[in-house]
């Protein structure tokens, strides 16, 4: 379970270190030219909305300008908590980003685009973690009950040295008892 657990894993990790990557590329210039759409186009509407949804806010687009307004918007994207992520969040996700791909969002907006391999991969991380998780538990659980099962045949082991060195004695003492009583 452990090898097919991290094999798994391994799968989503190149597809959140690309949209690592895709953040590292945005700056604040990009994040402002998305706020500046009066309205904008349907799919990037759609990928900040997933962003505000992810984060627990409300993907109107109001909501969504006064998240990107944060100084710190790009680095609380960076640091984002995924490991905390739940299927409340994350359903309505996949229902909103359903058949939108980062290269359809790259024409309309580079920022969206970037946005958008960062959704994906946060999606794409739950799904494969969400598997992953209980077998990692469960190999650690397995480890520690090895761990302690080796603890207790150590001390079983000791117990039987203790005891075969007391039998050992006991021998040579009614040994010894029996042959003064020959005498």
């Given at each position: ?67 990107m307004a ?75 009950d090895l ?37």
């Open positions: 379970e452990k090898q097919e657990a991290e094999e798994q894993l391994e799968v989503a990790l190149p597809a959140l270190a690309e949209a690592e990557s895709a953040l590292d590329q945005l700056n604040r210039d990009d994040i402002v030219e998305i706020r500046g759409f009066a309205q904008p186009p349907a799919k990037v509407q759609d990928v900040c909305g997933c962003v505000a949804i992810l984060f627990d806010r409300d993907p109107s687009w109001a909501s969504v300008k006064a998240m944060d100084t710190a918007f790009l680095r609380k994207l960076k640091e984002y908590d995924k490991d905390s992520l739940n299927d409340k969040r994350v359903n309505p996700v996949r229902k909103r980003m359903k058949g939108s791909t980062a290269e359809a969002l790259e024409s309309i907006s580079k920022a969206a685009s970037g946005l958008a391999k960062w959704v994906i991969a946060i999606v794409n991380y739950h799904t494969v973690a969400k598997t992953v998780d209980p077998k990692r538990r469960a190999v650690e659980k397995a480890m520690k761990e302690r099962s080796k603890k207790d045949l150590e001390a079983t082991k000791r117990q039987v040295r203790e005891l075969s060195t007391l039998v050992e004695k006991l021998r040579e003492d009614h040994a010894q008892g029996s042959s003064k009583a020959e005498e």
